[in-house]
């Protein structure tokens, strides 16, 4: 696309609804215009369930919490008009009667609350689930709702183990599911722009990749108490160990502990690494050695790692360093020259690349869209797949890969020593101790 | 970092910071320092399984006579050492965590560091506690830890829990059935949907086409085209006639 047509299609978005509404009327505008066939993979098996562009995308939304509420459910849902949402869910019903006020002052009409997950799922009418758990349930529900015949809209990271990641891209592909990963950066323009521009040789041979993701904050011991009101903290729990209560624990602060996540390794690695397998076009594949070093709190209670530096190389010699710190962003390092890309800006060793027409290049990366905004990208993403049951631009597989090297370098950062990691079978070769760490028994009643 | 013993003994300690600490300590001698070198790991998981079974004297009742030992350890710190087994513990070390499972309390991180332990005895552990064990979500917990474990050894088991008197059980055996690559395996889930319950149908389907997936990656297409056939016939719900057309398709 030329950046004459670019501006008109912004200006006409601009000028006609505005925004998501007018995105979400014109399927068409966002139809997947220079995608690789390569990227995007195979198309799924059609499905009598594809929704048609007429019709109205009916949704439950599993996960009220902030990132549920505001950045979901207040953004791109409720101001996109092929959306109604029947449903909310979460256990705690602070949470599910907020999303529930927010649904009717926007609409008008109270959606369905539940506290079970299941009972979203037994509903016959919804056709999709937006899934914004904390990461240890996230495998447990999408698979259940796969089962069930719904589409997904999962957040990253995409799951808490890498065995859980291999069971939801089965369950995808036996019940043709389209599933988008959170991982909106995929849908946003300078990142996509420093992909094309690396895939299509313009800093020479790719060498090097540094992705800088921040540390994990720190905090004191609270005392252990009797949950809030409203909570349910065994089934927040749900599959993880039973443990007492205290605040911060749940919530937003449960990234920090390893039996509901993986740090900021997983939070932010699923943005920058997830970034790094795109531009290796690794989405089905990833590195084959991982070493890393890392600090933990001396005291608690957070028991992922603080500070850390991982590096990871791939098959064809490129290394990818994942730090903590540095300037959040990634950095792509070639024989000729960098980029370097976050969510602020995008610069280059020569700035003249930069004013390239990425799709005039002559290998294509996968284009959801003109849209600044990358979460309408990544929404209109996920209906025009709906609709035409193509894979999504961060299908399962790719969410999965991308947590794949996430997890990889928190183990090799827990194990204290490097690792050889065998991408095809998905598992550290000739390394049964490490390979303990691929999957996690569930508590009862929970198994995958 | 203090002696073992002192750092075993700090492990439920009511400063949350020092009981954090001494975990920290443990996870590394047990999973840092010992490296890739398998004799090093088996000598850390020794020296746990030794630690979780170890007695004090009782002391003696009130009429003078010694009372049997009690446990070193308090429940909390041998929940822990059993956590910290379930990253090392092998053929060695699995009578000490069977033991424990006879504490209710210790039961759950017991089934735990016996799921990730792949040995046979591990298996066999397992499937020995499901004939002691009560209560259906925990023993469904316990057929669900033999997934992915050799056929020949988890088929007799599964047999008997197929028809066990509790529905999670049922259910739990049904789900091992999908990923057993073995044909016999769909008779199984069928004999199980006898039972009648609705759940019990509804989760077949899916374990049925699971199992002719891990038929057809294991080669044996005709009986993976058998199953998606016979799932198709049965009338399942609308996700599952799906994913049997399309894996019907896919094996050819």
């Known amino acids: 696309m030329g950046e004459n047509k670019r501006v008109k299609r912004r200006s006409f978005l601009k000028g006609s609804a505005g925004g998501l509404a007018a995105i979400s009327a014109l399927p068409g505008v966002l139809k997947l215009a220079g995608c690789s066939q390569q990227t995007a993979g195979p198309q799924a098996a059609p499905a009598p369930a594809a929704v048609m562009p007429s019709r109205k995308i009916t949704l439950g939304l599993i996960g009220c919490g902030d990132l549920g509420r505001r950045h979901h459910l207040a953004g791109p849902i409720l101001h996109n008009e092929r959306f109604q949402v029947a449903a909310v869910c979460d256990v705690d019903a602070n949470h599910r009667d907020e999303a529930v006020s927010i649904v009717r002052e926007r609409t008008g009409r109270r959606p369905a609350a539940y506290e079970d997950f299941r009972r979203v799922l037994d509903r016959k009418d919804i056709d999709a689930v937006v899934v914004v758990t904390p990461d240890h349930w996230h495998a447990l529900i999408c698979v259940a709702a796969m089962e069930a015949g719904k589409d997904i809209y999962c957040e990253k990271p995409l799951t808490l183990t890498i065995d859980e990641g291999r069971k939801m891209v089965a369950a995808a592909r036996r019940y043709g599911t389209v599933f988008q990963t959170g991982s909106m950066q995929r849908s946003d323009l300078r990142f996509r722009q420093a992909v094309a521009l690396v895939r299509n040789g313009k800093i020479g041979t790719l060498k090097t990749c540094h992705t800088y993701i921040g540390a994990c904050p720190e905090a004191g011991w609270e005392p252990y108490t009797t949950p809030p009101a409203g909570l349910n903290w065994d089934f927040w729990l749900g599959p993880a160990p039973y443990v007492e209560y205290f605040p911060g624990r749940c919530h937003y602060q449960f990234r920090w502990f390893k039996a509901y996540s993986g740090g900021k390794l997983t939070d932010w690695g699923a943005h920058h690494n997830d970034q790094v397998q795109w531009a290796l076009d690794m989405d089905t594949s990833g590195p084959v050695e991982v070493e890393g070093k890392g600090t933990f709190f001396e005291r608690g209670p957070y028991d992922v790692p603080h500070r850390f530096d991982v590096i990871y190389r791939y098959a064809n010699g490129v290394e990818l360093h994942c730090h903590s710190d540095g300037e959040n962003g990634v950095r792509y390092e070639g024989t000729d020259g960098w980029i370097f890309v976050n969510r602020g800006r995008i610069e280059a060793s020569d700035p003249e690349i930069l004013k390239i027409d990425i799709d005039s290049l002559s290998h294509k990366v996968y284009n959801t869209g003109p849209s600044p905004d990358n979460w309408v990208n990544h929404y209109a993403n996920w209906i025009e797949c709906m609709e035409t049951r193509r894979r999504c631009i961060c299908d399962v597989e790719v969410g999965h890969r991308s947590c794949t090297v996430c997890h990889i370098g928190n183990i090799a950062i827990e194990l204290g020593r490097p690792l050889r990691w065998d991408p095809a079978r998905e598992e550290f070769v000739d390394d049964p101790a490490a390979n303990r760490y691929l999957s996690r028994p569930m508590r009862p009643p929970w198994h995958l | ?252």
Not at chain 2, 26 to 54: F, K, N, W
Not at chain 2, 63 to 89: H, N
Not at chain 2, 121 to 138: K, M, R, S, V
């Open chain 2, 1 to 252: 970092m203090g002696s073992l013993e002192g750092i075993i003994s700090k492990l439920d300690d009511a400063d949350q910071a020092a009981a954090w600490q001494a975990w920290q300590s443990l996870l590394r001698i047990v999973t840092v320092l010992p490296g890739a070198d398998a004799a090093q790991q088996a000598q850390s998981a020794a020296m746990l399984a030794a630690e979780l079974v170890e007695t004090v004297p009782g002391g003696k009742d009130q009429e003078g006579k010694e009372k049997p030992p009690v446990p070193r350890y308090s429940i909390a710190t041998r929940e822990k050492l059993l956590r910290l087994l379930s990253f090392v513990c092998g053929p060695a070390e699995v009578p000490a965590i069977a033991g424990a499972m006879r504490d209710l309390r210790l039961r759950e991180a017991a089934r735990c560091a016996l799921a990730r332990d792949p040995s046979n005895e591990a298996t066999a552990a397992l499937i020995a506690a499901l004939a002691t064990q009560d209560g259906p979500e925990f023993r469904a917990a316990l057929v669900a830890a033999l997934a992915g474990r050799s056929p020949e050894r988890i088929m007799p088991a599964l047999k008997q829990a197929v028809q066990d008197e509790d529905m999670e059980v049922r259910l739990a055996a049904i789900e091992v059935l999908g990923s057993v690559p073995d044909p016999a395996a769909d008779g199984l889930i069928d004999e199980a949907c006898r039972c009648g319950c609705p759940q019990v149908r509804a989760r077949a389907f899916s374990a049925r086409l699971r199992l002719a997936e891990a038929l057809a990656g294991a080669g044996n297409r005709d009986a993976a085209r058998a199953i998606y056939k016979a799932v198709l016939a049965a009338d399942p719900p609308r996700p599952q006639k799906q994913a049997a057309e399309r894996g019907l398709k896919a094996a050819g």
